[in-house]
């Protein structure tokens, strides 16, 4: 309601055109409400903050009158959607925060306050104090700010600068000096704090038994000791005491020995609903979401829409939120040589749009378990709290404020799944990810194999995967000399698990507990530790998917078996002694087992082994590769070219080595049988990590991987195959039931992790420091939301600002307005013969001018047949000039096509870099002297110009002024020669049989047409080849942070932002699968491994039978990040099933 409209306000409450207005009024704010719905009161007492009922409303306006800040539109409560200005009138952040006080203050009381008799619960009356914290000036006569406006600034400056609190103390110490007197600024950091603490929300501290046996909650809440291990709750003193008093009778506190961080989840997720932007986003999974067969989002998957058709009505109401649940352990000491584990459980609500719902803001951390050790299983224990919630919000949900729509709603969620790595898989699902039934998807049907030197156990048997009558398994010699009838195994259901766990008890939670006894291991046909407490939860039996299989770490953990394997890395290679003792004791590859003689041993070299020379070269190559700058990390510093090896490698670093790098690489130093099966892997796993799938893509993948998996068995030891070489045979299914890896996977978890980890700043008590960071954290963030004008963390420019093309629909498709603010541009004045090519090309390739160029192709055609392309070019700019001067004259073209046709400015702005298209793109002559490179260049081609895909480099960026304030970035590059799109080999280029391109760098092209608009690049990289230093493979690439939505008005055009999903380094493969069987697996040419007798001994003495080697029942996180096959593994069991010694026959 607009301000005039209020003056009637004033009139006395008896006349009759104040009684006609205030009756419109009630009707207008009470307008399609239903019955016994509230409004909010605009009484002077009320401050249209508290919500009554229609008769209440009218009581006390006519009895107390209007409010006078309501008739002015400075209410803080006024949300009148006509008056824009209101609470936005007053001057500096006092909007801002006034705004987010009134938020604050409608969703604490949930319209819960009936009547100004009644008075507001706890946290309302918390956020009216702030309120009148809000309106004391920071200094007298100061409009710019107020006291909690000061503090709110100063402590955003705190957290987006890492801050201590002794640095913020001097700050705080200075202001108070440099301020006019009678200023409000808090003396003390402590009052500060107090405030942001009621600005945020709080967490409990819950004790917990030293032995991990209970929570000391509801019944336990008031013990000293723990009911299961007896031990104490509380820590002894140096003498050993418990005193409770101190030697002058003065009450002692006690020190707990363990206390659990728990973050309550429902005030959290009442807060994305409180800002009415958040609320609409969270809306986005049903109002947003476009679907035209692809998977792009959770909400695209059929995990979700198996939700929403078995519970319905929790699907009606899109506000409901869908989470999903990561945990992992980090050590919070950095570097530091200390073995300590901290525990975080992080939620994350799915119902945002892609590139929400990944953001560190928008993510919950739940609860802080402490270390110095994981909890194993025993993390039930500690989840009981979160699981408790969980149930609340799914049966009965809570009370909640939408901002949106200024109404309360019954507020639900649901846990879709977890997201973990191996071994956590294990703490989290209670199914042992060691052992004989590792495979949680395989379970009892897990093909295993034990090996006797090594060990442990390994992971065969794909061809179960294959199709029926696919002639692999009719294959005895290539595989165990057996032929394969078996089908694929098929997981199991929620409900098939709730039946297995009808055949034991439930453990007894406990460091101290009893474990698992031998006698039981020998006997069980499962793999379960324990129940898991998520079947609590009444929906859990019927998720598709429970806890997820971490792409990130099974890529890893493959990349490092391959490479270790490669280069013989010691404790990397699969290919070690005892593997090959393994194939003897196995009876199987005769030519690879070892020949002893003269007190000596010989291994064979085998298909995948490599000599000193191929070893240099694979290490040469991986030195040598410069990638985009923020694409990876400089893998060269992790290669030891004396000793041929690789180590440090980050996780990260390993998926662009496995992807892009590795291929390349073996296709030169190995043979076909051995280069083929890790080719096919990374292109599956390149694959499987797009952001946009297609259930006939994974479909597809589903079944190649039984077969590349197949070929690797052919290949490689028994002892490569441990259970992460298995694993990838389950992710395309899995991707069917869950959607895009992106939301899946480990990446962003281990990111927020090194979050958490930068809030440590008291060693003595990490737990405790990231618990007080993250709150701060928290409330900062929510702030920030209505601190428009404000640097904050949710407004920060990214690293790499991006030159924002806006094409309005009106104007030609060639102009845009340029967003570009980076400094470092030179003035250059463009030849003629430089304007001649760049007015060419920039008419040629605006869309608006075809019908000119056909018309001066005519023209010169009727004038004379010979040359018409080449006095077509010379011609046709001078041309539609002139044309277009003569059309303007006559009022019969825009200013902006004749502007056009006038050609640019000669003074060009000349750019070293430009952020563009998701990339950043640099100039060729600057990269010399870096590690990186960001100048390759690639322009993919349509009909016109035979769908050929140029490839180049930039050298030069500008920036064009046309009249009319129009802009235009063009790259000038070199391009290289390259054939037709039909053709795979050319004088300078060559596509080999693994669809790998190679460029020779030397054979330039197109000198006459340089450029190309900055809106067509898009960007690849050369790796340089080590054997001719003139050839280079091109890699390509996609933009990082950008998601192929299609748009609502046009889907049929969309997705090419992630058409390459298949082929990004890789293209398709044109090779002749291998026919025969494989008879002989050793390299003649090169030297063999020899060493001396006495380790073969020593491994024949070592040996374990299956039976001996004792299973561990805690399933504890390993200390690294990675899954580690340390040999604890379970003893062979008598199960009706065939046994594995008969494998191989």
Known sequence: MAHDDRNWMRLPRSSDEWQKKFKEYLNSIFEGTYQGETAACPCPDCRNMLFESRIIVQKHVINRGFDESFIKGEGIGDYEEEDNNGVLEQTGDGAGINEMLSTLIKGAIHGEIKSTDEQPNEQAKKFFRLLKEAEKELYPGCKEATKLSFIVRLFQLKCMCGLSNTALGMVLHLFSLMLPEGHCIPNTLDKIQKVVRDL??????????????????????????????????????????????????????????????????????????????????????????????????????????????????????????????????????????ITYTTWPVILIPYNLP????????????????????????????????????????????????????????????????????????????????????????????????????GCKHCYLGHRRWLTPNHKWRRNKISFNNKVETREAPIPLTGAQVLQQYDSFEQVTFGKMSKK?????????????????????????????????????????????????????????????????????????????????????????????????????????????????????????????????????????????????????????????????????????????????????????????????????????????FDIMMHLPVHLAEEAKLGGPVCYRWMYPVERYLRTLKGYVRNKSHPEGSIAEGYISEECMTFCSRFLEDVDTKLNRPERHESAAVVEPPSELSIFGKIDYNKKGATIETLSTYEMQQIRHYLLTNCDEVTAYINEHLDEVKRINHQNVPKRHREQFVGWFERKATQLHREGKISDVMYGLSQGPDHRARVYNRCFINGFLFRTVHVENRLTTQNSGVIVKGDESTGNIDWYGVVKKIILLDFPNEKEVVL????????????????????????????????????????????????????????????????????????????????????????????????????????????????????????????????????????ESCHFQFEDDEEEDDTYIDDGHVAPAVSIPQEVDDEFFV
């Not at 006698?519 to 046909?525: A, H, K, L, M, Y």
């Open 200 to 337: 945020g929300l709080d967490y409990q501290k819950i004790h917990v038994c030293v032995n991990d046996c209970v929570l000391f909650r509801k019944e336990y809440k008031d013990m000293d000791t723990c009911p299961k291990c007896g031990e104490s709750r509380w820590k002894t003193s140096a003498a050993g005491e418990r005193d409770e008093e101190s030697g002058d009778g003065s009450a002692k506190k006690r020190a707990p020995c363990k206390i659990l961080r728990y973050f309550p989840l429902t005030p959290r997720l009442e807060r994305l609903y409180m800002r009415e932007s958040t609320s609409g986003q969270m809306r986005w999974h049903r109002e947003g979401l476009i679907s035209d067969g692809k998977m792009r989002h959770p909400a695209d998957s059929m995990a979700w829409k198996h939700v929403d058709n078995m519970y319905p009505e929790f699907a009606s109401d899109p506000r409901n939120v869908r989470l999903g649940l990561a945990s992992d352990g980090f050590n919070p000491f950095g570097m530091l040589n």
């Open 971 to 1106: 790259f000038k590059c070199d391009w290289y020669d390259v054939p037709a799109a039909n053709r795979n080999i050319g004088r300078g280029f060559k596509k080999d049989k693994y669809g790998i391109i190679d460029i020779d760098t030397t054979r330039l092209r197109y000198l006459e047409d340089p450029y190309i608009l900055g809106t067509q690049a898009e960007q690849v990289f050369y790796v340089k080849g080590t054997k001719n230093p003139n050839w280079s493979t091109v890699v390509r690439l996609k933009p990082r942070n950008l998601f192929a939505m299609p748009d609502a008005l046009d889907v049929d055009n969309e997705g090419e932002l992630d058409s390459d999903a298949l082929d990004v380094g890789v293209q398709d493969m044109n090779i002749a699968h291998t026919e025969l069987d494989m008879t002989t697996w050793s390299r003649s040419n090169l030297e063999w491994v020899t060493g001396d007798v006495s380790v073969i001994e020593k491994a024949h003495v070592e040996r374990q039978e299956e």
């Open 516 to 720: 698992r006894k031998q006698r039981d291991e020998e006997t069980r046909w499962h793999n379960r530790r324990k129940k898991s407490i998520f079947f609590e939860l009444p929906y859990w039996k019927d998720l598709l998917v429970g806890h997820n299989l971490d792409v990130m770490h099974i890529e890893k953990n493959i990349c490092d078996s391959i490479l270790g394997t490669l280069l013989d890395i010691e404790g990397k290679s699969k290919d070690s002694v005892k593997a090959r003792l393994d194939m003897q004791n196995l009876g199987i590859r005769k030519d690879q087992h070892p020949i002893i003689k003269n007190d000596k041993y010989s291994l064979p070299a085998s298909m995948y082994s490599l000599g000193k020379e191929q070893k240099a070269f694979l290490c040469k190559f991986l030195e040598g590769v410069k990638m985009p700058d923020g694409y990876a990390s400089n893998i060269g510093r992790c290669v030891n070219m004396k000793e041929c090896k690789v180590s440090g490698l980050k996780t990260h670093d390993c998926h662009v080595i496995f992807q892009k790098l590795l291929p390349i690489a073996i296709r030169d130093i190995l043979p076909d049988d051995v280069v083929i099966p890790p080719i096919e892997l990374s292109r599956f796993f390149n694959a499987i990590c797009s952001k946009e799938l297609s259930m006939d893509d994974l479909e597809s993948m589903s079944k190649s991987i039984g077969e590349t998996l197949c070929r690797l068995e052919m290949v490689f030891p028994p002892a490569f």
């Open 354 to 453: 892609p590139w929400l719902c990944l953001k560190q803001s928008y993510w919950m951390m739940s609860m802080l378990i402490p270390g110095p050790k994981s909890p194993g299983m025993n993390i039930d224990v500690y989840l009981e709290p979160l699981v408790d919630e969980l149930k609340q919000l799914w049966i009965h949900g809570v009370k909640a404020w939408d901002a949106k729509v200024k109404r309360n709603f019954t507020l639900r969620a649901i846990l879709l799944w977890t997201i973990n790595d191996f071994p956590a898989y294990a703490m989290l699902s209670g199914w042992s990810t060691k052992g004989k039934f590792a495979c949680p998807y395989c379970h009892k049907d897990t093909e295993y194999l034990w090996l006797k030197f």
